[in-house]
């Protein structure tokens, strides 16, 4: 496995993304059909969302995801494909609400007083963060933010009540990470080079240098992200032990244990397993229902709204705010 850098976006990671990360965020759901102009960008089963609406979701997007490591990407001559990324984002993520609220009404489910009026106090204080800017752009008021916020919200409970008996026990095993160095080779006679240097007393690390066709020599995994055959030695070493010659469809590997248990990367790897679960549990259900209903993106409208990536609307902060007021209700 080769370990990959990772993008960071704290306020879209704290909320924004939970039902990308739950029901996945693709254009499938979407069904494209050309209108002529209308003020609804999008109609789920019977129930829509307008221009207004959708920029709220289009212009947070743009703003979390514009900047990354204080880079402005909307600066780095790739603007086009940017909004493209956002616009598609955007609308995909409206789709995948107003299904899965679908979904919740046709099983009863309903938002109950209680959290209808966290959601009302969390409208209240994203739209009052709002600049006369951003006000202007967005062309609406505290009740549609409300709308999207109880949208939202029932999607959640939707997804709890469905992943609600998901057995949420991993055990260490399952969840293992090891820290590791592995040697790569393509053929069995630089292979035998490796084992027989190895065998010798050479330093797995400086063989590594030398001979490893793999990207990296470090690196962390877990189970199922590296050949069965492999996975299965390089469980059984201690620390500061090795393997020998692993032949592989890819090759032969030679791995080297320098923590065969990582507690901190393990215990995260434990929540990604139990969403994992969720999802497969949510998708089954979900999936089957949203190829009965209707969806209609009006793509006249959708396509002729640009994003406003000008600098002086910085909102960003809608699921932030959301998940103040309402990220208890269904944890």
């Known amino acids: ?105 046709s099983r009863g489910i309903e938002l109950e007083e209680e959290e209808t009026a966290e959601v009302a106090k969390a409208a209240k204080a994203y739209y009052e963060s709002l600049s006369d800017k951003e006000l202007s752009y967005l062309e609406l008021d505290e009740t549609d933010i409300q709308k999207l916020y109880e949208d939202y919200a029932l999607a959640q409970k939707l997804y709890k009540s469905l992943t609600v008996g998901i ?45 490893n066709e793999a990207e990296e020599v470090k690196i962390q995994f877990g189970r199922g992200e590296l050949p069965q055959e492999v996975e299965k030695a390089a469980f059984a070493l201690d620390n500061q032990t090795a393997t020998g010659s692993i032949k592989t469809d890819s090759g032969y590997y030679f791995i080297y244990c320098v923590n065969k248990f990582n507690e901190e990367l393990t215990d995260a790897n434990k929540i ?34 640009d994003a406003a990536h000008s600098g002086e609307m910085a909102t960003d902060s809608f699921f932030s705010i959301y998940q103040e007021y309402c990220g208890e209700l269904f944890s």
Not at 14 to 31: P, Y
Not at 280 to 286: I, R, S
Request: positive net charge.
């Open 167 to 211: 057995n949420s026990e991993v055990s260490d095993d399952e969840a293992r990470i090891m820290d590791a160095m592995q040697i790569v080779v393509s053929d069995s006679k630089t292979a035998k080079e490796v084992k027989k240097a190895l065998k010798n007393g050479g330093d797995f690390s400086t063989l590594a240098s030398s001979y």
């Open 1 to 105: 496995m080769k370990t990959k850098g990772k993008r960071t976006m704290a306020a879209l990671l704290c909320t924004g993304m939970l039902l990308c990360a739950a029901t996945g965020c693709g254009k499938g759901d979407s069904l494209h059909v050309p209108q002529i102009m209308s003020r609804q960008v999008l109609k789920v089963d019977g129930e829509s969302y307008s221009v207004a609406q959708a920029k709220v979701y289009l212009l947070n997007y743009q703003n979390l995801y514009g900047t990354v490591a204080g880079v402005d990407l909307w600066q780095q001559g790739q603007e086009d494909s940017l909004e493209e990324y956002i616009k598609n984002l955007t609308i995909a993520q409206l789709t995948k609400i107003l299904s899965m609220d679908s979904l919740a009404k």
């Open 272 to 305: 990604k397993i139990v969403q994992k679960r969720e999802k497969a549990a949510f998708g089954d259900v979900y999936d089957a229902y949203s190829r009965t209903i209707s969806k209609k993106i009006y793509r006249n409208t959708w396509e002729s709204l």
